[in-house]
C-alpha cells in the first residue's frame, strides 16, 4: 500500500494565514466577513462581553494598519470591512506558497506539478475535472492577451 511522505509542521494556507493573526485578529475578522460592514461597538457586542471595547478598537485598528480591513468614517466613529473573503486571503496565501516552491524547484517544475495533479486526485477525483477547466480558462485567456 502507497502511503504519502508528509512533511512534518507542514501548514495549509488556513493554518498559515491563522498563524499570522492572533486569536482576537482572527475572531474579529470572522465577525467582519459575517457582518460585512460593522463598527467596534456591533463588533463588541458579537465577541461577548469579555472582550473590552478598546482592545478590540485597538484590534481593528491593527487589522486596518495591516491591511485587512478597510475603514471609513460614518459620524464620530469608523466601519470596517474586510478588504477581502476569508476564501480570497486563503487563495493568496495558496498561491503565494506554491509560486515560492515553483521558484525553489528552478528549472524543473513538473515534478511539483504531479504533485499537485496527485493530491487533488486523491482527494476528490471530480477536482481533476474542475483543473482541467482551469486550465483551459487560463490557455483561452492567456491566447487573449497574446492578440492584443
Not at 482592545?55 to 466601519?79: E, P, Q
Not at 515560492?100 to 506539478?113: K, M, N, T
Not at 471530480?126 to 497574446?146: F, S, T, V, Y
Request: charged share 35%.
Amino acid at each position: 500500500m502507497h502511503r504519502p511522505f508528509l512533511f512534518w509542521g507542514f501548514k495549509s494556507s488556513r493554518e498559515i494565514l491563522e498563524s499570522r493573526l492572533g486569536t482576537l485578529e482572527r475572531e474579529v475578522m470572522a465577525v467582519v466577513w459575517t457582518a460585512g460592514e460593522i463598527n467596534v461597538r456591533e463588533a463588541c457586542e458579537r465577541l461577548g462581553s469579555s472582550v473590552a471595547y478598546t482592545t478590540v478598537m485597538t484590534t481593528m485598528d491593527r487589522l486596518y494598519k495591516k491591511r485587512l480591513l478597510a475603514r471609513r468614517k460614518v459620524g464620530r466613529a469608523f466601519v470596517y470591512a474586510a478588504t477581502a473573503t476569508r476564501d480570497e486571503m486563503e487563495g493568496a496565501v495558496a498561491t503565494e506558497l506554491v509560486q515560492s516552491l515553483l521558484q525553489r524547484h528552478g528549472g524543473e517544475p513538473l515534478p511539483l506539478l504531479s504533485s499537485l495533479v496527485d493530491a487533488v486526485s486523491d482527494r476528490d477525483r471530480a477536482l481533476l475535472d474542475d483543473l482541467e477547466r482551469l486550465i483551459r480558462e487560463k490557455r483561452r485567456a492567456a491566447d487573449r492577451e497574446k492578440r492584443k
